[in-house]
């Protein structure tokens, strides 16, 4: 009997069904007392499959099909600027969905689908503000499709961030219908919906003097891990908070899991850091942890 199994067993007795329900909220609640008393957090907002897959779709931006020389005029050419706008949405697209990634929980959650507004692109010129409609792809059952909008959503249920839209909605009445729908077709819980928003949600680029291209740049030291060239599965990862583990899935870049990409970056680890935890409501013996910068990224000052 593993650790977990005892620490049930020995709880068993306080659950009518001889089991913590977690649909049920007074099991839950008893279970979440429970974990504190050994200092174990029940609430702690996780990353699923799905959104991290959504993530990397939807975060690689083919082209802003609104842009055209008419609205720039004649200070930036509109095939010299698209990349460079490009470049910088990707940037604080990831920065804001990193800042979600780290909330410790949202409690609304459990009782509501949460839809989180993440980011509403645009560009000011001369004084006035462009919404700029955006294009990528997505994989569903093997089918690559096209997307377009200009307002991208996070979906939160049970602590659990489980897709990034794209979408292009009038009013909160379309993201409500939009998120219903999801939520139908991937056969999710269906619970009321409560719209939550980034305070600065408008992202706006000024372009009254000519764009120079983004900069970002990361402090080594503020980093709560150690920084490698690489994290191939098998090698040991250190986290601050979680000690150090052995890496057992990493993304890829290259020819191998944990090599980073042209920014120096690897998208996601998997550790095991020999302690179990539960997350969401659920065992969890390993962590996920996003956006990992190694020692060749340029980002990075050392």
């Not at 593993?2 to 609640?29: C, H, R």
């Not at 609104?66 to 200070?75: A, D, E, H, M, P």
């Not at 098998?234 to 052995?246: A, E, I, R, V």
Request: charged residues 30%.
């Amino acid at each position: 009997m593993d650790p977990l199994e005892k620490f049930l067993y020995n709880i068993a007795y306080k659950f009518p069904k001889g089991y913590p329900d977690m649909e049920d909220k007074q099991d839950v609640l008893i279970l979440e007392n429970e974990f504190k008393k050994i200092g174990i957090d029940l609430n702690e907002l996780i990353t699923t499959d799905h959104y991290n897959d959504r993530k990397k779709e939807r975060g690689n931006i083919l082209d802003i099909v609104s842009l055209n020389q008419q609205i720039l005029g004649g200070k930036n050419l509109a095939n010299e600027i698209k990349p460079k706008l490009i470049e910088d949405l990707e940037i604080e697209l990831k920065n804001r969905l990193s800042k979600l990634e780290d909330f410790p929980q949202i409690p609304a959650s459990y009782s509501k689908v949460v839809a989180y507004k993440v980011m509403k692109p645009a560009i000011s010129v001369n004084g006035k503000k462009f919404i700029l409609d955006l294009k990528v792809d997505y994989t569903t059952k093997d089918v690559t499709k096209t997307n377009i909008g200009n307002l991208y959503t996070t979906i939160v249920i049970n602590d659990k961030l489980v897709t990034l839209l794209l979408s292009e909605p009038e009013s909160n009445s379309d993201i409500e219908k939009q998120i219903h729908d999801h939520l139908v077709r991937e056969k999710l819980p269906i619970k009321p919906i409560v719209i939550l928003s980034f305070d600065n949600l408008e992202y706006i680029i000024p372009l009254d003097e000519p764009i120079e291209k983004p900069s970002e740049t990361i402090d080594i030291k503020t980093l709560p891990y150690k920084v490698k060239t690489s994290y191939r599965v098998g090698s040991d990862f250190t986290h601050n908070d979680y000690g150090t583990g052995k890496i057992v899935a990493a993304a890829s870049a290259g020819t191998r899991s944990g090599e980073p990409d042209s920014r120096g970056i690897v998208d996601w680890v998997e550790v095991d850091f020999g302690t179990p935890y539960v997350s969401g409501g659920e065992f969890k013996k390993t962590r996920i942890i996003n956006n990992v910068y190694t020692t060749l990224s340029p980002l990075l000052s050392k």
